[in-house]
Nanobody, 116 residues
Framework: VQLVESGGGLVQAGGSLRLSCTTS????????MAWYRQAPGKVRGLVAR????????YYDDSVKGRFTISRDNAKNTMYLQMTSLKQEDTAVYYC??????????WGQGTQVTVSS
């Protein structure tokens, strides 16, 4: 099983980035997927979640209206479009897959740094 994040980097405040999570070894279409993030000295927290079929989404209040989660089940890939980035969005962003019978997997993370 592999969950590989990409698309992180350094961006100025107000800018945009699109993260991708490409998966292999799981039944992607059967997985609820999510993005989490962890800033230095803070606990890992949920950013956004998307149902297996892509119909239902959830966003943390801190990113509502700025971030959009999506998925392409044909490509086994999930995305996070991030706009109007703020310095407080700086964190390592992790891809998470939740499968039936309480099986879950994590990616290795991708760094997002927002400068002033």
């Amino acid at each position: 099983v592999q969950l590989v994040e990409s698309g992180g980097g350094l961006v100025q405040a107000g800018g945009s980035l699109r993260l991708s999570c490409t998966t292999s070894g799981i039944t992607f279409s059967g997985a609820s997927m999510a993005w989490y993030r962890q800033a230095p000295g803070k606990v890992r927290g949920l950013v956004a979640r998307i149902s297996s079929g892509g119909v239902d989404t959830y966003y943390d209040d801190s990113v509502k209206g700025r971030f959009t989660i999506s998925r392409d089940n044909a490509k086994n890939t999930m995305y996070l479009q991030m706009t109007s980035l703020k310095q407080e969005d700086t964190a390592v962003y992790y891809c998470h897959a939740h499968l039936p019978e309480w099986t879950e997997y994590w990616g290795q993370g991708t760094q997002v740094t927002v400068s002033s």
